[in-house]
């Protein structure tokens, strides 16, 4: 157990809908990052935060969103589903930030994401 | 960019084998290098990192050394277990201030039979 939880394990919902995940870091993890795995683009980045503030930016959608709060939990907003959307979200967290070698990051179990 | 190239699987082994699973990268300056497992129905563990050159990350018997002069970071083991069957990982991250994000191979999915 990495101590980084997701929620929900599994979703399915139609093409044009909205959905939210949900990830709360490890404690005391400044950082959180979303991950994106499919079949045909492999594991992508996706954005990153920290302590609230967006830090990077990925191959991340414009239908895509995120936001951190202030207990440091992000959200992962989805919009105008579309097929290809499917996938295996996964979210990371990590102690601060910077190019430490302390600086692990831990990954949560997924949100599997399938669009009808 | 940067980009981390990963031997094509599945690769399909008998119990004890030896493994060796390739990995090259692209990246400028002193990037960090990962071996993650990703364990059937599960998310992402860390298996090995090294953070420099001619460093050699090992973890549950696995080993994998920093070669920067062949930007390789291959991953061994000398005797494979069936408890071994997953998919493995091989990613970098860079040292650019700002960038701490991972980029990831595309996996290799390695069965091990009794």
């Known amino acids: 157990d990495s101590g980084v939880t997701q929620t929900p394990k599994h979703l399915i919902t139609a093409t044009g809908q909205r959905v939210t995940l949900r990830c709360s870091p490890r404690s005391g993890d400044l950082s959180v990052y979303w991950y994106q795995q499919s079949l045909d683009q492999g594991l992508q980045f996706l954005i990153q935060?920290?302590?609230?503030?967006?830090?990077a930016k990925g191959n991340i959608l414009e239908r895509f969103s995120a936001q951190q709060f202030p207990d440091l939990h992000s959200e992962l907003n989805l919009s105008s589903l579309e097929l290809g959307d499917s996938a295996l979200y996964f979210c990371?967290?990590?102690?601060?930030?910077?190019?430490?070698?302390?600086?692990?990051?831990?990954f949560g179990p997924g949100t599997r994401l399938t669009v009808l | 960019g940067d980009s981390v190239t990963q031997m094509e699987g599945p690769v399909t082994l008998s119990e004890e084998a030896f493994l060796t699973i390739n990995c090259t990268y692209t990246a400028t300056g002193y990037p960090s290098l990962f071996w993650y497992v990703q364990y059937p129905g599960e998310g992402l563990q860390l298996l090995l990192k090294?953070?420099?050159?001619?460093d050699k990350g090992s973890n549950k018997g696995f080993e994998a050394t920093y070669r920067k002069e062949t930007t390789s970071f291959h991953l061994e083991k000398g005797s494979v277990q069936v408890s071994d069957s997953a998919v493995y990982f091989c990613a970098l991250r860079s040292t650019n201030f700002g960038n701490e994000k991972l980029t990831f191979g595309t996996g290799t999915r390695l069965t091990i039979i009794p």
């Open positions: 990371a967290s990590s102690p601060t930030t910077g190019a430490s070698s302390y600086n692990e990051q831990f």
């Open positions: 090294a953070t420099k050159a001619d």
């Open positions: 935060y920290y302590n609230g503030e967006e830090r």
